[in-house]
């Protein structure tokens, strides 16, 4: 059994997952609401907070896997890329669990665990497969064709989709994170009602199947601007479904771009975006034209939680005590 935790940004995780891929327990304390007031995270507070919950978030996923210290033979670890205090929290709790009982200890990459999130029971996804990976600081589309790796085939140049996500729900005066907010405001909505941007950087064949989401966020504020503040608040729901439109429609052609370009069977998502039911329906239906067999996880899955991370620990090398001892986490991917 393998023990993971997970603190690279404002979700202090731990879980409890077989070397099979089975998720005995995945427990999530949310900082979401401490950082609402800042309209974003404030990292030191999330160091802070992490601190604080850590412990107690651990004892629960022991607990609610039924399972005790005794039994865990792996403790796995996101090493980055994230907030550096805010790793520092989960690497530290992971060394002293670990070595408290000489067990080995796993650096885990926490993009590693979006893209290899769906290969976790009941339903794991087998190589070769798509994955695209879309939270609040990064967005690619990735290939699959062993578990322990992954190649990037595009990524965002600017923006993360949950960035844009989170920026266009500020401008719109909803609140933070913005993602679930617009998602939920976006069904009163009419998405054909405004026209935003779609960008795909270099044109929709480019080598490079890169995404951009600044001239979106961008457009939105000029908008806003033109409606002025009474305009915008009526029209807040028609401004959100188009808005929305907009970054599933970048997505969804960036992916229909890479499945007709890789041939493969399967496709998979994760990060934060991935739980947006609009992207969720549009990827479904987009596989399904072209005979693509789709893995969403569920939502819970698909924002940072530290089952993933145990996933990609069943996949990366780990390091026998005492060696992890001088493990450092990294604020940028390794
Ligand atoms: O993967 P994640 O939990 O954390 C990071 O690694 O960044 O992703 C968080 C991002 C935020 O930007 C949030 O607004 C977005 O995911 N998000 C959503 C939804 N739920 C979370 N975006 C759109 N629709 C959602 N339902
Ligand atoms: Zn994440």
Redesign the pocket.
């Known amino acids: 059994m393998i023990l993971a935790l997970e603190t ?4 202090t995780c731990a879980a409890v997952v077989t070397s099979g891929g089975d998720v005995r327990s995945s427990s999530v304390a949310s900082q979401g609401l401490l950082h609402a007031r800042y309209g974003g995270v404030v990292p030191e507070v999330a160091s802070r907070r992490h601190l604080e919950l850590i412990d107690a978030v651990t004892a629960d996923a022991l607990e609610s896997a039924g399972a005790s210290l005794a039994e865990i033979e792996n403790v796995a670890v996101t090493r980055g890329p ?1 907030l550096i205090g805010a790793l520092l929290v989960g690497v530290a709790s992971a060394k002293a669990l670990a070595a408290a009982r000489n067990l080995p200890l796993t650096p885990v990459d ?2 590693h665990g ?1 893209v290899v999130a769906s290969t976790l029971a009941p339903d794991p996804i087998e190589p070769p497969y798509l994955c695209l ?6 967005t690619f589309i990735a290939r699959v064709d062993e578990p322990s790796r992954y190649a990037i085939l595009g990524q965002t140049l600017d923006d ?7 920026k266009g ?1 500020r401008l719109l005066g909803l609140g ?9 405001l976006a069904r009163e909505g009419d998405p054909e009602a405004f026209d935003f941007p779609r960008s795909a950087p270099g044109g929709p064949s480019a080598e490079r199947l890169d995404l951009s989401f600044s001239g979106l966020k961008t457009s939105l504020l000029y908008r806003v601007r033109d409606l002025g503040e009474e305009e915008t608040a009526r029209r807040r729901a028609d401004l959100a479904a188009s808005y ?1 439109r907009a ?1 599933v429609g970048a997505l969804g052609a960036r992916v229909a771009g890479a499945l007709g370009r890789e041939r493969v069977p399967r496709m998979a998502i ?10 969720r329906e549009h990827l479904g239906e987009l596989c399904a034209d072209l005979g693509v067999r789709l893995h969403a996880p569920p ?1 819970s899955l ?4 530290a089952a993933m991370i145990a996933a990609a620990a069943r996949f990366t090398e780990p390091l026998s005590y005492p060696d992890y001892l001088t493990l450092d986490a990294s604020a940028r991917p390794a």
């Open positions: 690279s940004c404002d979700d994230g926490h993009l979006h990976v879309a939270s609040g600081g990064h993360a989709a949950g960035e844009a996500f989170d729900a933070y994170p913005g993602g679930p907010e617009i998602d939920r929305q970054i994760g990060g934060g975006v991935a739980a947006n039911s609009e992207l939502p698909c924002t940072d939680n």
